[in-house]
Structure formats: C-alpha cells, structure tokens
Nanobody, 123 residues
C-alpha cells in the first residue's frame, strides 16, 4: 500500500523556519516527480514546488528564495525547508508524488497524496 506521510508542520512567528518532511512507503516515490502543494482556508490549492530527481525544481513566485526542496532517495523522503516565513504562508501543506509511469503534469490528477501538515505563521 502506497503512503505519503507529511510531518514537521507547526506554529511559528513570522521570520521563522520550518522543515517539512514527506516520507513515502510502498513505492520509490523519491525517484519520481514529487511536489509540495498548499491550501489556505477559502483559497484554491497552490503548487509550491515541484521537483524531479537530479533535475531542476520549480518554485512558485511567492516562495522563491525562501523555500527549498531536497530529497533523500535512500530514505524515500522529500523535504521542504521553509525560511523567512510570512503569515500568508499559513496553510495546510501536502506532498504528492507521481505514480509509476506518471509525469509531473499528471501529479495533481493521478498522483499519490499525503494527508497534509498544518503550517501556521503568526505576525
């Protein structure tokens, strides 16, 4: 059974940092396209970062220069380092991974998703 489990969320003050983790089990997610999304109450889901192994990472303009992804392939884990956090970063953060044979473009419709981890940034 494939599972993606996010962790590392919490409450921080503006300017602080958090590191999210997405641990995958059941298949080699970290060898495939993976992404971080977020959704704030009343807002649409936003793609935060999307990354492929040994390839470039796309970051949303709203997080560029502050957020960084990394992956540990042996541990089958994706990370999101979030620095200089702002109140507008407050959201539920989800990781997603492409299925076998899937691509980054298909991740939202057919990818595997975690349950999310809440990030709250206070001013």
């Amino acid at each position: 059974q494939v599972q993606l489990v996010e962790s590392g969320g919490g409450s921080v003050q503006a300017g602080g940092s958090l590191r999210l983790s997405c641990a995958a089990s059941g298949y080699a997610a970290a060898s495939r396209c993976m992404a971080w999304f977020r959704q704030a109450p009343g807002k649409e889901r936003e793609e935060v970062a999307i990354t492929v192994p040994y390839g470039p990472t796309y970051y949303a303009d709203s997080v560029k220069g502050r957020f960084t992804t990394s992956r540990d392939i042996p541990k089958n884990t994706l990370y999101l380092q979030m620095n200089s956090l702002k109140p507008e970063d407050t959201a539920m953060y989800y990781c997603a991974a492409a299925r076998d044979g899937g691509t980054c473009s298909s991740i939202t419709k057919t990818g595997y998703w975690g349950q999310g981890t809440q990030v709250t940034v206070s001013s």
